[in-house]
Protein backbone atom coordinates (compact mmCIF):
# COMPACT_ATOMS: atom_id res chain seq x y z
CA UNK A 1 0.00 0.00 0.00
CA UNK A 2 2.48 2.63 0.92
CA UNK A 3 4.82 1.91 -1.87
CA UNK A 4 1.60 2.12 -4.38
CA UNK A 5 1.50 5.64 -3.03
CA UNK A 6 4.64 6.93 -2.99
CA UNK A 7 4.42 5.94 -6.89
CA UNK A 8 0.94 7.62 -7.60
CA UNK A 9 2.33 10.77 -5.65
CA UNK A 10 5.70 10.57 -7.96
CA UNK A 11 3.79 10.34 -11.47
CA UNK A 12 1.52 13.19 -10.12
CA UNK A 13 3.88 15.68 -9.90
CA UNK A 14 5.76 14.38 -12.97
CA UNK A 15 2.27 15.01 -15.09
CA UNK A 16 2.25 18.45 -13.48
CA UNK A 17 5.48 19.22 -13.98
CA UNK A 18 4.94 18.05 -18.09
CA UNK A 19 1.83 20.05 -18.38
CA UNK A 20 3.94 23.32 -17.09
CA UNK A 21 6.74 22.73 -19.34
CA UNK A 22 4.50 21.96 -22.54
CA UNK A 23 2.67 24.94 -21.83
CA UNK A 24 5.76 27.21 -21.50
CA UNK A 25 7.27 25.92 -24.32
CA UNK A 26 4.16 26.37 -26.46
CA UNK A 27 5.42 30.03 -25.74
CA UNK A 28 8.85 30.62 -25.79
CA UNK A 29 10.05 28.14 -28.65
CA UNK A 30 7.96 30.22 -31.26
CA UNK A 31 9.43 33.28 -29.86
CA UNK A 32 13.01 32.17 -30.20
CA UNK A 33 12.47 30.70 -33.72
CA UNK A 34 11.30 34.41 -34.64
CA UNK A 35 13.87 35.87 -32.65
CA UNK A 36 16.62 33.70 -34.58
CA UNK A 37 15.39 34.24 -37.97
CA UNK A 38 15.31 37.88 -37.36
CA UNK A 39 18.63 38.25 -35.95
CA UNK A 40 19.48 36.53 -39.45
CA UNK A 41 17.43 38.49 -41.45
CA UNK A 42 18.65 41.76 -39.43
CA UNK A 43 22.89 40.71 -39.19
CA UNK A 44 24.90 43.62 -40.60
CA UNK A 45 26.56 43.35 -44.06
CA UNK A 46 29.85 44.97 -42.75
CA UNK A 47 29.15 47.57 -45.33
CA UNK A 48 29.63 50.59 -42.80
CA UNK A 49 31.51 48.77 -40.70
CA UNK A 50 35.01 49.44 -42.84
CA UNK A 51 37.82 51.13 -41.62
CA UNK A 52 37.85 54.80 -41.17
CA UNK A 53 39.19 57.06 -43.44
CA UNK A 54 43.15 57.82 -42.75
CA UNK A 55 43.40 60.82 -40.70
CA UNK A 56 47.19 60.81 -40.75
CA UNK A 57 47.38 60.72 -36.60
CA UNK A 58 48.88 57.82 -35.04
CA UNK A 59 48.06 56.51 -31.26
CA UNK A 60 51.18 55.43 -29.63
CA UNK A 61 52.17 55.20 -26.27
CA UNK A 62 54.99 56.13 -24.20
CA UNK A 63 56.33 56.95 -20.34
CA UNK A 64 57.40 60.32 -18.74
CA UNK A 65 60.32 60.12 -17.66
CA UNK A 66 60.63 63.45 -16.28
CA UNK A 67 58.24 66.65 -15.69
CA UNK A 68 59.31 71.24 -15.32
CA UNK A 69 56.89 72.97 -14.43
CA UNK A 70 56.52 76.86 -15.65
CA UNK A 71 54.82 79.97 -15.83
CA UNK A 72 51.32 79.94 -16.63
CA UNK A 73 50.26 81.71 -19.71
CA UNK A 74 47.66 84.74 -18.22
CA UNK A 75 43.75 83.72 -18.64
CA UNK A 76 41.30 86.36 -20.21
CA UNK A 77 39.48 88.79 -17.89
CA UNK A 78 36.47 85.84 -16.71
CA UNK A 79 37.82 82.94 -17.41
CA UNK A 80 39.46 80.37 -14.75
CA UNK A 81 43.01 80.34 -14.38
CA UNK A 82 44.90 77.32 -15.28
CA UNK A 83 46.38 74.83 -12.96
CA UNK A 84 49.82 75.60 -12.07
CA UNK A 85 50.32 71.75 -12.35
CA UNK A 86 49.10 71.62 -15.84
CA UNK A 87 51.76 74.19 -17.14
CA UNK A 88 55.51 73.43 -17.98
CA UNK A 89 56.92 71.09 -20.40
CA UNK A 90 57.30 66.97 -19.91
CA UNK A 91 60.19 64.48 -21.08
CA UNK A 92 58.09 60.97 -22.96
CA UNK A 93 59.73 57.78 -23.72
CA UNK A 94 58.12 56.68 -26.95
CA UNK A 95 56.91 53.28 -26.58
CA UNK A 96 56.32 51.87 -29.94
CA UNK A 97 56.24 53.28 -33.73
CA UNK A 98 58.67 54.54 -35.82
CA UNK A 99 60.52 55.89 -32.80
CA UNK A 100 60.78 53.18 -30.47
CA UNK A 101 62.81 54.40 -27.63
CA UNK A 102 63.45 57.87 -28.64
CA UNK A 103 62.68 61.02 -26.25
CA UNK A 104 60.32 63.85 -27.18
CA UNK A 105 60.22 66.87 -25.18
CA UNK A 106 56.67 67.79 -25.24
CA UNK A 107 54.67 70.63 -23.73
CA UNK A 108 52.03 69.80 -20.82
CA UNK A 109 48.36 70.19 -21.64
CA UNK A 110 46.90 72.90 -20.16
CA UNK A 111 43.03 74.24 -19.94
CA UNK A 112 39.59 73.53 -17.85
CA UNK A 113 40.51 69.69 -16.94
CA UNK A 114 43.75 69.33 -17.91
CA UNK A 115 45.24 66.17 -16.57
CA UNK A 116 48.14 66.28 -14.42
CA UNK A 117 51.28 64.06 -14.86
CA UNK A 118 54.30 63.12 -13.06
CA UNK A 119 57.07 60.77 -14.09
CA UNK A 120 56.67 57.21 -14.57
CA UNK A 121 53.19 57.68 -16.10
CA UNK A 122 51.77 55.71 -18.86
CA UNK A 123 50.73 58.11 -21.29
CA UNK A 124 48.92 58.27 -24.73
CA UNK A 125 50.61 60.01 -27.68
CA UNK A 126 49.31 61.54 -31.14
CA UNK A 127 51.88 61.83 -33.70
CA UNK A 128 50.39 63.36 -36.82
CA UNK A 129 51.64 62.92 -40.66
CA UNK A 130 54.58 65.56 -40.35
CA UNK A 131 56.28 63.58 -36.81
CA UNK A 132 54.96 66.03 -34.25
CA UNK A 133 53.62 64.33 -30.92
CA UNK A 134 51.68 65.79 -28.80
CA UNK A 135 51.23 64.46 -25.18
CA UNK A 136 47.39 63.23 -24.92
CA UNK A 137 46.41 61.27 -21.95
CA UNK A 138 47.00 58.90 -19.54
CA UNK A 139 46.94 54.98 -20.88
CA UNK A 140 44.37 53.13 -18.92
CA UNK A 141 44.86 50.33 -19.92
CA UNK A 142 46.56 48.52 -17.29
CA UNK A 143 44.43 49.48 -14.78
CA UNK A 144 41.30 48.79 -16.41
CA UNK A 145 43.09 45.20 -16.59
CA UNK A 146 43.36 44.67 -13.52
CA UNK A 147 39.91 46.48 -12.33
CA UNK A 148 37.90 43.54 -14.83
CA UNK A 149 40.23 41.00 -13.17
CA UNK A 150 38.94 41.96 -9.61
CA UNK A 151 35.23 42.57 -10.66
CA UNK A 152 35.42 38.75 -11.79
CA UNK A 153 37.30 36.94 -9.37
CA UNK A 154 34.50 38.63 -6.63
CA UNK A 155 31.50 37.64 -9.01
CA UNK A 156 33.17 33.74 -9.11
CA UNK A 157 34.30 33.51 -5.32
CA UNK A 158 30.63 34.56 -4.29
CA UNK A 159 28.11 32.88 -7.46
CA UNK A 160 30.97 29.81 -7.85
CA UNK A 161 29.61 28.17 -11.09
CA UNK A 162 26.61 30.12 -11.30
CA UNK A 163 28.90 33.42 -11.44
CA UNK A 164 30.73 31.39 -14.20
CA UNK A 165 27.83 31.84 -15.97
CA UNK A 166 26.17 35.15 -15.10
CA UNK A 167 30.12 36.43 -16.50
CA UNK A 168 29.62 33.94 -19.57
CA UNK A 169 25.85 36.07 -20.25
CA UNK A 170 27.88 39.33 -19.77
CA UNK A 171 30.29 38.68 -22.50
CA UNK A 172 27.24 37.67 -24.71
CA UNK A 173 25.43 41.10 -24.12
CA UNK A 174 28.45 42.75 -25.16
CA UNK A 175 29.10 40.74 -28.01
CA UNK A 176 25.55 41.11 -29.63
CA UNK A 177 25.71 45.05 -29.19
CA UNK A 178 29.25 45.07 -30.46
CA UNK A 179 28.40 42.88 -33.61
CA UNK A 180 24.96 43.36 -34.15
CA UNK A 181 23.10 46.41 -32.57
CA UNK A 182 25.46 49.23 -33.09
CA UNK A 183 26.49 48.10 -36.42
CA UNK A 184 23.11 47.38 -37.73
CA UNK A 185 22.01 51.13 -36.41
CA UNK A 186 25.23 52.14 -38.74
CA UNK A 187 23.98 50.05 -41.79
CA UNK A 188 20.72 52.13 -41.21
CA UNK A 189 18.20 49.73 -40.23
CA UNK A 190 15.78 50.94 -37.75
CA UNK A 191 16.95 51.31 -34.73
CA UNK A 192 13.55 50.28 -32.99
CA UNK A 193 13.41 47.16 -34.63
CA UNK A 194 17.38 46.26 -34.04
CA UNK A 195 17.10 46.78 -30.36
CA UNK A 196 13.71 44.55 -30.33
CA UNK A 197 15.41 41.76 -31.53
CA UNK A 198 18.47 42.66 -30.23
CA UNK A 199 17.40 42.67 -26.57
CA UNK A 200 15.04 39.50 -27.29
CA UNK A 201 18.32 37.46 -28.36
CA UNK A 202 20.10 39.14 -24.84
CA UNK A 203 16.90 37.64 -23.03
CA UNK A 204 17.07 34.38 -24.24
CA UNK A 205 20.54 34.01 -24.09
CA UNK A 206 21.34 34.77 -21.12
CA UNK A 207 18.80 34.52 -18.53
CA UNK A 208 18.92 30.55 -19.94
CA UNK A 209 22.49 30.65 -19.40
CA UNK A 210 22.89 32.37 -15.83
CA UNK A 211 19.90 31.25 -14.41
CA UNK A 212 19.31 27.10 -15.92
CA UNK A 213 16.31 25.75 -17.90
CA UNK A 214 13.74 25.83 -15.27
CA UNK A 215 10.09 27.08 -14.71
CA UNK A 216 11.39 29.85 -12.91
CA UNK A 217 13.90 30.96 -15.59
CA UNK A 218 10.61 30.67 -18.15
CA UNK A 219 8.47 32.69 -16.33
CA UNK A 220 10.83 35.26 -15.63
CA UNK A 221 11.55 35.38 -19.85
CA UNK A 222 7.64 35.59 -20.54
CA UNK A 223 7.92 38.23 -17.59
CA UNK A 224 10.54 40.03 -19.14
CA UNK A 225 8.93 40.14 -22.83
CA UNK A 226 5.96 40.95 -21.97
CA UNK A 227 7.08 44.04 -19.56
CA UNK A 228 9.56 45.03 -22.57
CA UNK A 229 6.68 45.01 -25.09
CA UNK A 230 4.70 47.37 -22.92
CA UNK A 231 7.59 49.42 -22.09
CA UNK A 232 8.13 49.73 -26.51
CA UNK A 233 4.65 50.48 -26.37
CA UNK A 234 4.67 53.07 -24.01
CA UNK A 235 8.34 54.59 -25.13
CA UNK A 236 6.50 54.48 -28.39
CA UNK A 237 3.80 57.47 -27.64
CA UNK A 238 5.43 58.82 -25.37
CA UNK A 239 7.73 60.58 -27.79
CA UNK A 240 5.14 61.02 -29.90
CA UNK A 241 3.24 62.94 -27.54
CA UNK A 242 6.10 65.10 -25.75
CA UNK A 243 7.62 65.62 -29.76
CA UNK A 244 11.16 64.58 -28.57
CA UNK A 245 12.81 63.75 -31.71
CA UNK A 246 16.01 62.56 -29.46
CA UNK A 247 19.17 65.49 -30.71
CA UNK A 248 19.61 66.41 -27.73
CA UNK A 249 23.64 66.92 -27.41
CA UNK A 250 26.70 66.93 -29.99
CA UNK A 251 26.24 63.46 -30.11
CA UNK A 252 22.97 62.81 -31.52
CA UNK A 253 23.02 65.85 -33.47
CA UNK A 254 27.05 64.89 -35.79
CA UNK A 255 24.89 61.56 -35.96
CA UNK A 256 21.81 62.85 -37.34
CA UNK A 257 23.60 64.92 -39.42
CA UNK A 258 26.65 62.34 -40.75
CA UNK A 259 25.14 59.38 -40.61
CA UNK A 260 21.33 58.08 -42.19
CA UNK A 261 20.28 57.55 -38.67
CA UNK A 262 16.72 57.80 -37.18
CA UNK A 263 17.27 60.02 -33.82
CA UNK A 264 13.98 59.32 -32.80
CA UNK A 265 14.56 55.45 -33.57
CA UNK A 266 17.28 55.87 -31.73
CA UNK A 267 16.31 57.04 -28.43
CA UNK A 268 14.04 54.71 -28.13
CA UNK A 269 15.87 51.93 -28.84
CA UNK A 270 18.22 53.06 -25.99
CA UNK A 271 15.20 53.38 -23.93
CA UNK A 272 14.46 49.27 -24.82
CA UNK A 273 17.90 48.00 -23.97
CA UNK A 274 18.46 49.81 -21.07
CA UNK A 275 14.86 48.82 -19.64
CA UNK A 276 15.89 45.14 -20.33
CA UNK A 277 18.60 45.69 -18.11
CA UNK A 278 16.57 46.15 -15.03
CA UNK A 279 13.63 44.79 -16.04
CA UNK A 280 15.51 40.92 -15.79
CA UNK A 281 16.71 41.74 -12.06
CA UNK A 282 12.73 42.25 -11.23
CA UNK A 283 10.93 39.67 -13.05
CA UNK A 284 13.84 36.75 -11.94
CA UNK A 285 13.17 38.10 -8.42
CA UNK A 286 9.65 37.60 -8.53
CA UNK A 287 9.48 34.30 -10.31
CA UNK A 288 12.26 32.63 -7.67
CA UNK A 289 10.49 34.40 -4.44
CA UNK A 290 6.94 32.56 -6.07
CA UNK A 291 9.19 29.16 -6.24
CA UNK A 292 10.73 29.49 -2.85
CA UNK A 293 7.29 30.53 -1.32
CA UNK A 294 5.07 27.82 -3.03
CA UNK A 295 8.53 25.28 -1.90
CA UNK A 296 7.91 26.52 1.68
CA UNK A 297 4.50 26.45 2.26
CA UNK A 298 2.86 23.91 -0.22
CA UNK A 299 -0.44 24.81 0.99
CA UNK A 300 -0.69 28.00 -0.60
CA UNK A 301 -2.94 28.52 -3.31
CA UNK A 302 -2.71 31.21 -6.45
CA UNK A 303 -4.32 33.72 -4.22
CA UNK A 304 -1.95 33.54 -1.46
CA UNK A 305 0.79 33.21 -3.45
CA UNK A 306 0.36 36.42 -5.17
CA UNK A 307 -0.25 38.20 -2.38
CA UNK A 308 2.75 37.09 -0.51
CA UNK A 309 5.00 37.85 -3.77
CA UNK A 310 3.25 40.98 -4.67
CA UNK A 311 4.65 42.72 -1.12
CA UNK A 312 7.89 41.56 -1.69
CA UNK A 313 7.73 43.04 -5.49
CA UNK A 314 5.99 46.32 -4.23
CA UNK A 315 9.33 46.65 -1.53
CA UNK A 316 11.43 45.82 -4.88
CA UNK A 317 9.81 48.42 -7.11
CA UNK A 318 10.46 51.06 -3.93
CA UNK A 319 14.06 51.10 -3.82
CA UNK A 320 14.16 50.19 -7.88
CA UNK A 321 12.31 53.38 -8.40
CA UNK A 322 14.82 55.44 -6.03
CA UNK A 323 17.98 53.89 -7.72
CA UNK A 324 17.07 54.88 -11.30
CA UNK A 325 16.12 58.45 -9.83
CA UNK A 326 19.19 58.14 -8.44
CA UNK A 327 21.62 57.39 -11.62
CA UNK A 328 19.71 59.90 -13.75
CA UNK A 329 20.51 62.21 -11.29
CA UNK A 330 24.17 60.85 -11.11
CA UNK A 331 24.75 61.22 -14.93
CA UNK A 332 23.17 64.52 -15.42
CA UNK A 333 25.14 66.41 -12.54
CA UNK A 334 27.16 68.64 -14.61
CA UNK A 335 23.81 69.39 -16.33
CA UNK A 336 21.73 70.23 -13.75
CA UNK A 337 24.64 72.46 -12.43
CA UNK A 338 24.79 74.65 -15.22
CA UNK A 339 21.06 75.00 -14.95
CA UNK A 340 21.40 76.33 -11.12
CA UNK A 341 24.04 78.52 -12.19
CA UNK A 342 22.02 80.13 -15.19
CA UNK A 343 19.30 80.64 -12.32
CA UNK A 344 16.53 79.76 -14.41
CA UNK A 345 13.13 78.99 -13.62
CA UNK A 346 11.67 74.97 -12.66
CA UNK A 347 9.56 75.27 -15.40
CA UNK A 348 12.07 76.14 -18.06
CA UNK A 349 14.47 73.78 -16.75
CA UNK A 350 11.88 70.66 -17.07
CA UNK A 351 10.78 71.85 -20.92
CA UNK A 352 14.15 71.90 -22.03
CA UNK A 353 14.66 68.70 -24.43
CA UNK A 354 17.67 67.42 -22.53
CA UNK A 355 15.39 67.13 -18.98
CA UNK A 356 12.51 66.30 -20.84
CA UNK A 357 14.27 63.68 -22.51
CA UNK A 358 15.31 61.77 -19.05
CA UNK A 359 11.81 62.43 -17.20
CA UNK A 360 10.44 60.58 -20.42
CA UNK A 361 13.17 57.72 -20.20
CA UNK A 362 12.79 57.35 -16.13
CA UNK A 363 9.06 57.63 -16.27
CA UNK A 364 8.34 54.39 -18.98
CA UNK A 365 11.09 52.64 -17.65
CA UNK A 366 8.98 53.25 -14.21
CA UNK A 367 6.04 51.78 -15.62
CA UNK A 368 7.44 49.15 -17.67
CA UNK A 369 9.06 47.86 -13.83
CA UNK A 370 5.91 48.56 -12.05
CA UNK A 371 4.02 46.43 -14.44
CA UNK A 372 6.70 43.54 -14.21
CA UNK A 373 5.64 42.83 -10.89
CA UNK A 374 2.46 41.60 -11.50
CA UNK A 375 2.41 39.87 -14.53
CA UNK A 376 5.41 38.06 -13.31
CA UNK A 377 4.06 37.42 -9.70
CA UNK A 378 1.10 36.32 -12.02
CA UNK A 379 2.37 33.45 -14.55
CA UNK A 380 4.83 32.46 -12.00
CA UNK A 381 2.00 31.69 -8.93
CA UNK A 382 0.06 29.63 -11.87
CA UNK A 383 2.85 27.78 -12.79
CA UNK A 384 3.71 26.70 -9.05
CA UNK A 385 0.21 25.88 -8.70
CA UNK A 386 -0.55 23.72 -11.97
CA UNK A 387 2.77 21.84 -11.46
CA UNK A 388 1.88 21.13 -7.39
CA UNK A 389 0.83 17.59 -7.28
CA UNK A 390 -2.77 16.71 -6.83
CA UNK A 391 -3.82 14.78 -3.41
CA UNK A 392 -4.43 10.34 -4.48
CA UNK A 393 -7.95 9.67 -4.97
CA UNK A 394 -8.32 6.81 -2.70
CA UNK A 395 -5.27 7.28 0.34
CA UNK A 396 -4.66 4.09 2.17
CA UNK A 397 -6.66 3.29 5.30
CA UNK A 398 -4.65 3.77 8.38
CA UNK A 399 -3.51 0.92 10.16
CA UNK A 400 -5.24 0.31 13.33
CA UNK A 401 -3.38 0.81 16.66
CA UNK A 402 -2.49 -2.37 18.07
CA UNK A 403 -4.76 -4.08 20.74
CA UNK A 404 -2.11 -5.08 23.23
CA UNK A 405 -1.04 -1.60 23.26
CA UNK A 406 -0.21 -0.40 26.96
CA UNK A 407 -2.25 2.21 28.53
CA UNK A 408 0.25 5.60 28.94
CA UNK A 409 1.82 5.78 32.14
CA UNK A 410 1.66 9.25 34.35
CA UNK A 411 4.10 11.69 32.46
CA UNK A 412 5.98 11.64 35.82
CA UNK A 413 6.75 7.82 35.61
CA UNK A 414 7.76 7.99 32.54
CA UNK A 415 11.09 7.51 33.16
CA UNK A 416 12.24 4.11 31.57
CA UNK A 417 10.18 1.28 30.12
CA UNK A 418 9.89 -1.70 30.92
CA UNK A 419 11.87 -3.26 28.09
CA UNK A 420 14.36 -0.69 27.59
CA UNK A 421 16.80 0.97 28.81
CA UNK A 422 16.18 3.94 31.86
CA UNK A 423 16.31 7.88 30.48
CA UNK A 424 18.67 9.09 32.65
CA UNK A 425 17.26 12.82 32.20
CA UNK A 426 13.67 11.85 32.60
CA UNK A 427 11.84 12.61 36.54
CA UNK A 428 11.41 8.92 38.48
CA UNK A 429 9.19 8.06 40.84
CA UNK A 430 11.13 8.99 44.28
CA UNK A 431 12.35 5.91 46.50
CA UNK A 432 11.46 6.51 49.87
CA UNK A 433 14.98 5.38 50.94
CA UNK A 434 16.82 7.61 48.21
CA UNK A 435 18.70 9.55 50.07
CA UNK A 436 18.58 12.56 48.80
CA UNK A 437 14.80 12.31 48.72
CA UNK A 438 12.78 14.91 50.71
CA UNK A 439 11.56 12.79 53.48
CA UNK A 440 8.78 13.47 56.10
CA UNK A 441 9.54 15.12 59.24
CA UNK A 442 10.09 12.95 62.01
CA UNK A 443 8.66 14.54 65.46
CA UNK A 444 11.52 13.16 67.27
CA UNK A 445 15.05 13.90 64.47
CA UNK A 446 17.32 15.76 66.57
CA UNK A 447 17.69 18.83 63.54
CA UNK A 448 14.07 19.09 63.77
CA UNK A 449 13.32 22.90 64.65
CA UNK A 450 10.73 22.35 67.36
CA UNK A 451 8.13 24.84 68.68
CA UNK A 452 9.89 26.84 71.77
CA UNK A 453 7.95 26.33 74.99
CA UNK A 454 7.18 23.43 76.94
CA UNK A 455 7.41 20.56 75.37
CA UNK A 456 3.80 19.22 73.84
CA UNK A 457 1.49 17.19 75.93
CA UNK A 458 3.22 17.83 79.31
CA UNK A 459 0.13 20.03 81.62
CA UNK A 460 2.51 23.48 80.79
CA UNK A 461 1.87 23.35 77.19
CA UNK A 462 -1.84 23.18 77.73
CA UNK A 463 -1.96 25.70 80.02
CA UNK A 464 0.33 28.01 78.01
CA UNK A 465 -2.30 27.36 74.46
CA UNK A 466 -4.86 28.50 76.92
CA UNK A 467 -3.54 31.52 78.15
CA UNK A 468 -1.51 32.58 74.49
CA UNK A 469 -4.23 33.15 71.78
CA UNK A 470 -3.16 31.92 68.33
CA UNK A 471 -0.74 34.37 66.36
CA UNK A 472 -0.18 34.57 62.67
CA UNK A 473 3.56 32.71 61.71
CA UNK A 474 5.26 35.77 62.02
CA UNK A 475 4.51 36.93 65.27
CA UNK A 476 5.28 32.91 66.80
CA UNK A 477 8.65 33.42 64.81
CA UNK A 478 9.76 36.63 66.97
CA UNK A 479 8.32 34.63 69.77
CA UNK A 480 10.12 32.29 69.48
CA UNK A 481 13.03 34.09 68.97
Request: charged residues 15%.
Amino acid sequence: MGANHAHGTTVTEAGGSRRTVTAGLAVLVPLAIVTLAALIWLWPEGTAAGPAPESGVQRLTGTVVSVTLGRCPDAPEGAPKPDPATCGEAVVTVGDGPDLGGEVELRLPGGPGAQRFTPGDDVILLRDADGAYQLSDHDRSLPLWLFGAAFALAVIAFGRWRGVTALAGLAVTFVLLLTFVIPGILEGRSPMLVAIVGSAAIMLTVLYLTHGFSPSTSVAVLGTLASLALTGLLSYAALGVARLNGVTDDSALTLGMSLNIDTQGLLLAGIIIGALGVLDDVTVTQAVTVAELARANPSYGFARLYRAAGRIGRAHIASVINTIILAYAGASLPLLLLFSIGAQPLGEVMTTPVIAQEIVRGVVGTLGLIAAVPITTALAALAATRSRPAPPQNPPPQNPPPQDRKPPRDRRARGRDDDGPSDFFAPQDQDPGDFFAPQERNPGDFFTPRPAGPPPGTASAEKASQAEPQRPARHRRRAGT
